[in-house]
C-alpha cells in the first residue's frame, strides 16, 4: 500500500472512501469529523442519536454520502474514552479503519485524517507515525504460493492534513512510519515463509540483498568460520541437518558513530525446529517455521534503523540453524564446548534456542558493547505464564531493563520483568559440564534465561523471550492478519533511538 501526504479539506476528497474519528460520549462532533457532518447534513450526529454507534475504541461505522460530498462513503472510526487515549490508540484505530475497509469490494483507495493531532492534542509527527504503521501493519499480506495470489485489500491511504503549517510534521511522521512498517513487513515475510523455503543459507541471502539496499554493513559466517572459533555449543545443534549453520552480522554505524560503543541486537534464528533426537509431537509441528523469530525481529529492526538513517551504531546478530535429527545429530547427554571454553551437557536437544544464543553472546563480546539484548522464541513457558500479550523480559542491568520498558511503553510491544534469581543457575548445575541445558518444567523461562546468562561475559545484557509473540492463530491481533506478528521490530527501534 501507498501511503501519501496532501493539505486540504476531508470532506473535497475525491476517493473511494474518507475517514473521520469520535471519541466516545461526544453528542455533537467537532474539528474533520464536524466539517463532514455538516456537509452531510447531520448524518454523523443522527448516527449517535441513534444510539447505534457511541464512539466506542476500535469501532467502526460506514455512511453513504448520497453525492453529498465528493468520496461515496464515510467510515467514523471510533476513539475511545479521551483521556485514556494515546499514540498506541492511533495504531489501534488505523488498524481498524483496514480491517472495516478490507471487507468492501468497492474501496481500494482511502482518505483519513490523523487520528489524535487534533483535539486530543498528540504530537502531530508522533501521530501521524503511527497512524502509518497501524494503517500497513493492519493490510499486511503474507508470501503467497496460490496460483491465484492474495493481494492487499487497499492500494493506497492519503492522509489529510487541514492545517498548512502541519503538513511537513505529518510528512516526517508518515516517512518513519513506513520505514519503521518495512522493517516489520521484512520480519513477518521471514516467519511465514515455509521452512523449505528460508533456511539458514537463504536467510542469509536476503539480509545480505537487504543490507546491499539499505547501507548496512554485512557478514555471514559459515561453519567452516565457526569451527575456527570454536563455536562448539552452535554447531552442535546443526549437526543433525544437510543445511548449512550461518551467523549473519549486520552493522549500521553513520558517519561519525563508528567507533561508538555499539547496541548490540542478538537473533535466535532456528529455522525450523524438529527438537532434534528429543523430537517434538507431531501436532503442529509445522509451526515451528516460526522459531526464527528472534532473529527476523533483529533483521527487521536492522533494516528500519537503516531507513530511517538513526545516528547510533547498532549491531546486529542472527544465529540461524536448522535443528534436525539423523544419524549424526547430537544426543542427551552429550557435552559441548562453546568458543569461551565454557561447557554444557545436553540434557534435552529441544532446548536447542540457548544452546545457539551461548556462542552468539560470546562472539559479541569482542564489540566492546554498550548493551546487549536477544530475542529468543525461547520457551513455552513463557506462554503459560503471560499469554499472547507480553514477551518476558530478563536483565541482568537495571538500566537497560528501565530503557526496554520505556521502549514497550511506547511502541506498544509489550514486556514483563522476570527474575534471574540465583537458585535458576542451581537447577541447571551439571554433574560434569558446568552447567545443563533443562532444569526441566518447574521455573523453566527462568532457568532457560539464567543458562543463557552464564555465556554473557562484561557487558550490560537483557533476554526477551518472545515464544508466544510472533504467530497468531487466532486473528484477534488488529495490528496483525492472521499469522506472523513480527513483534520486536518496533521495540528495537524504539530502543535504539532513545538508548
Known sequence: MQIHVTSGNIAQQATDCIVVNLFEGVAHPGGATGAVD??????ISRLIASGDFSGEANTTALLYTDGKIAAPRVLVVGLGQSEK?????????????????????GVKNVATIVHGAGIAGLDTAAAAQTLAEGTLL????????????????????????FDATKVDAVQAGVDRGVGIAAGVYSARNYVSEPPNVLYPVEFASRARAMAAETGLACTVLGEA????????????????????AQLIIL???????????????VGKGITFDTGGISIKPSANMWLMKDDMGG????????????????????????ACVENMPDGGAFRPGDIVTGMTGKTA?????????????????????RY???????????????????????????????????????????????????????????????????????GGRMGGVGTSAKFIEHFTEGYPWAHLDIASMVWDSNGKNPLAPKGAVGYGVRLLVELAEQW
Not at 225 to 244: D, W
Open 138 to 161: 493492519a493490510a499486511y499480506v503474507s508470501p503467497q504460493y496460490k496460483r491465484e495470489p492474495q493481494s492487499a485489500a487497499l492500494a493506497s491511504c492519503t492522509v489529510v492534513e
Open 225 to 244: 568460520e565457526m569451527r575456527e572459533l570454536k563455536m562448539g555449543i552452535l554447531l552442535a545443534v546443526s549437526l543433525g541437518s544437510v543445511r548449512e
Open 295 to 318: 532473529a527476523a525481529a533483529v533483521i527487521g529492526a536492522m533494516e528500519s534503523l537503516a531507513r530511517l538513517g538513526v545516528p547510533k551504531r547498532v549491531i546486529g546478530v542472527a
Open 251 to 265: 552493522e549500521h554505524a553513520p558517519a561519525g558513530t563508528e567507533n561508538d560503543a555499539p547496541l548490540v541486537l
Open 345 to 365: 551437557e545436553i540434557i534435552s536437544t529441544d532446548a536447542e534456542g540457548r544452546l545457539v544464543l551461548a556462542d552468539a553472546l560470546a562472539y559479541v563480546a
Open 38 to 43: 455538516n456537509a452531510l447534513s447531520g448524518a
Open 85 to 105: 487515549f494515546d499514540l498506541h490508540g492511533v495504531r489501534k484505530a488505523a488498524a481498524a479503519t483496514v480491517n472495516a475497509l478490507a471487507k468492501l469490494k
Open 368 to 438: 566492546n558493547p554498550a548493551a546487549v539484548v536477544d530475542l529468543a522464541t525461547l520457551t513455552g513457558a513463557v506462554g503459560v505464564a503471560l499469554g499472547p500479550h507480553a514477551a518476558g523480559l530478563f536483565a541482568n542491568d537495571d538500566a537497560l531493563k528501565d530503557a526496554l520498558l520505556a521502549a514497550a511503553d511506547q511502541s506498544g510491544e509489550r514486556l514483563w520483568h522476570l527474575p534471574l534469581y540465583d537458585e535458576y543457575l542451581d537447577t541447571i548445575k551439571s554433574d560434569m559440564a558446568e552447567v545443563q541445558n533443562s
